[in-house]
């Protein structure tokens, strides 16, 4: 998106005003095809008659120059890791306040206003009322329908629309993210397989070797984030639960999940250990429990990793990903409620008189 757009301010108020081309160009004292260009974005007004045309206008020189302020991916990004980092240490109504700022400022901004959306939706937790929690969300919602009607961007109005039912689910709205999302399971198109095939014919092997990986890569990533949702789908089915944890923890082992996404891997154990206390298999709960305590120990809570000997050419994917590699929330935000998942959890209640999770959660709480 352009940060100045001329053309679009002049056409918008000459036409509120009333007035033909030839008009402007008669106040102006310039001919009805310099008029033209200017309107079609081939020429730019001579500065001299800028503050004639904002005059004649009523308008500021901002306004009439159409401009809106923009920032980078990598401004974006750091942007949105240092208000996570507040939304740690400082008050909640000042961090929003400063969200809020940057909002305004930057509201032509649509792929700062997705991160803001994530953010809001990622700490919308730490408000302290339950009727503030729901406006945030709101706040989410707002954002998320703007850039759907703003943006051109395939890309960018699916995940708007993807963040907007997040947000609706956390609202107690479940229908209106169903009503979202319903054609989230149609056929996948296989881009991925086209493109890899179209470098490998052009010659650029490397490029469809890239190609096909993240492909890979993408695909399992988004098995292994379905899991925790399967899960508790069939925790009542004792034996299809077992044999859903049995394989995805088979599928984590065969592509190092471990190493490579160990916060994914996580989810997992922890789903599994909820899952088996609400069966009253204790004993089996506090196994997942420790294994998530030790992984969680030695974990590196970046969001992923840059890939290990079987994806070795995924690295420049991830470094494009708009959050890099960090997690969407600030690493003491998530120790903490990882923390607060596992100690006061109802379902974990009955585990409070072992001894094994006395000391995972003394071990969880040297952590934070």
């Known amino acids: 998106m352009k940060e100045i757009n001329i053309a679009g301010a002049i056409t918008r108020k000459r036409k509120e005003k009333g007035i033909t081309q030839e008009e402007l160009a ?11 260009k200017w309107e079609t974005g081939q020429s730019y007004p001579d500065i001299v008659f800028l503050p004639q045309l904002a005059s004649y206008f009523n308008i500021s020189l901002d306004e009439l120059m159409g401009y809106q302020p923009q920032m980078t991916d990598e401004e974006i990004k750091e942007l949105y890791y240092r208000l996570a980092e507040k939304f740690s240490r400082k008050p909640f109504e000042e961090v929003m306040e400063e969200c809020r700022e940057v909002t305004k400022k930057y509201f032509a901004c ?14 919308f937790g730490l408000a302290r009322e339950k ?24 890309g960018m109005c699916r995940q708007a629309n993807t963040m907007e039912a997040m947000a609706e689910v956390a609202l107690g709205n479940p229908q209106a993210a169903a009503e979202l999302l319903e054609d989230v399971n149609d056929p996948m198109m296989g881009e991925e397989v086209i493109l890899a095939n179209a470098c490998y014919l052009t010659g650029d092997v490397e490029k469809a070797k890239e190609t096909i990986q993240v492909g890979l890569f993408r695909h399992v990533l988004g098995f292994v984030s379905d899991v925790p949702q399967c899960l508790m789908l069939y925790v009542e089915e ?27 891997l996580s989810g997992i154990y922890m789903t599994g250990a909820n899952g088996y206390a609400s069966q009253g298999e204790y004993e089996k709960a506090l196994e997942l429990l420790r ?73 969880l709480k040297s952590l934070v």
């Open 26 to 36: 008669c106040y102006i004292g310039v001919s009805k095809a310099s008029v033209s």
């Open 238 to 264: 004792k034996e299809r639960f077992e044999e859903i944890l049995r394989r995805a923890l088979a599928v984590c082992s065969l592509f190092h999940m471990e190493q490579l996404h160990p916060s994914m």
């Open 110 to 123: 649509l792929p700062l206003l997705l991160q803001i959306a994530v953010l809001y939706i990622n700490h």
């Open 291 to 363: 294994k998530f305590a030790d992984l969680f120990a030695g974990m590196n809570l970046l969001l992923i990793s840059e890939g290990d000997s079987f994806f070795d050419k995924i690295s420049g994917w991830l470094g494009q990903l708009k959050l890099g590699l960090k997690p969407p929330r600030d690493e003491k935000t998530i120790r903490q409620s990882m923390l607060d998942v596992v100690e006061h959890h109802p379902v974990f209640a009955p585990l409070k008189n072992y001894e094994q999770y006395r000391r995972i959660v003394e071990k």
């Open 131 to 154: 009727e503030r929690q729901k406006e945030v969300l709101e706040e989410a919602k707002s954002l998320c329908r703007r850039i759907k009607e703003e943006s051109q961007e395939i």
